[in-house]
Nanobody, 130 residues
């Protein structure tokens, strides 16, 4: 069992920055792939970014490439999502999710698929004002 807790959301003006954190507990010392997803009001949840278990590879949605950066240091530290040049359309609840079970992903399509994630956090709200 893994518990994920997101933090760092808030209200920011367009062009500003926020750093989201995803802290995991329940499996000390373990590292696993983590993805960030978001759900805007009235829309379906969508992929934002993902990082492999060792941080060796990262994946991004086209809408955030060049503005968002996902990173991790080690099993003790959270997975971060640095969000720069924020736009009003980035307003959403942001969720982190972890892959623990099933076959490992080997391509971006797999990391973008919500069905490949086994544990989800409760989400943190990001609001970008124009």
């Amino acid at each position: 069992q893994v518990q994920l807790v997101e933090s760092g959301g808030g209200l920011v003006q367009a062009g500003g920055s926020l750093r989201l954190s995803c802290a995991a507990s329940g499996r000390p010392g373990s590292m696993f792939p983590v993805g960030w997803f978001r759900q805007a009001p009235g829309k379906e949840r969508e992929f934002v970014a993902a990082i492999t278990w060792n941080g060796g590879n990262t994946y991004y949605a086209d809408s955030v490439k060049g503005r968002f950066t996902i990173s991790r240091d080690n099993a003790k530290n959270p997975v971060y999502l640095q969000m720069n040049s924020l736009k009003p359309e980035d307003t959403a609840i942001y969720y982190c999710a972890a892959q623990l079970w099933g076959p490992s992903c080997s391509n971006s399509g797999c990391y973008e698929n919500q069905n490949h994630y086994d544990y989800w956090g409760q989400g943190t709200r990001v609001t970008v004002s124009s």
